[in-house]
């Protein structure tokens, strides 16, 4: 099992930027493909991006595609999202995930751990 801890949130200006991390308490970090998931106000969750195993494979939803990165520091056990550019419509309650895929999945099914979440308020 994996416990997942977002911090990073806040309140920031249309244009800014905010990293967000995923701490976990677990020693078997390296073995999870990671995510991040997102969820605002009136509105189903969704997917942001996704980490492979290793740290090489990753992939974005097309609205952050360019603006994010996500990352991951397997021996410090912490993931990473930067966010850059931000918008208005990235608003929302965001989510770090933990699944056994093999391979980064975008199908919240497939995460099998869940963080808390951390409040992003991008202002116009």
């Known amino acids: 099992q994996v416990q997942l801890v977002e911090s990073g949130g806040g309140l920031v200006q249309a244009g800014g930027s905010l990293r967000l991390s995923c701490a976990t308490s677990?020693?078997?970090?390296?073995?999870?493909?990671l995510g991040w998931f997102r969820q605002a106000p009136g509105k189903e969750r969704e997917f942001v991006a996704a980490?492979?195993?290793?740290?090489?494979?990753?992939f974005y939803e097309n609205s952050v595609k360019g603006r994010f990165t996500i990352s991951r520091d397997n021996a410090k056990n912490t993931m990473y999202l930067q966010m850059d550019s931000l918008k208005p419509e990235d608003t929302a309650v965001y989510y770090c995930?933990?699944?056994?895929?093999?391979?980064?999945?975008?199908?919240?099914?497939?995460?099998?751990?869940w963080g808390q979440g951390t409040q992003v308020t991008v202002s116009s």
């Open positions: 980490i492979s195993r290793s740290g090489y494979g990753t």
């Open positions: 677990g020693r078997t970090f390296s073995t999870y493909t």
């Open positions: 995930a933990a699944g056994t895929s093999v391979v980064p999945t975008n199908l919240p099914r497939n995460y099998d751990y």
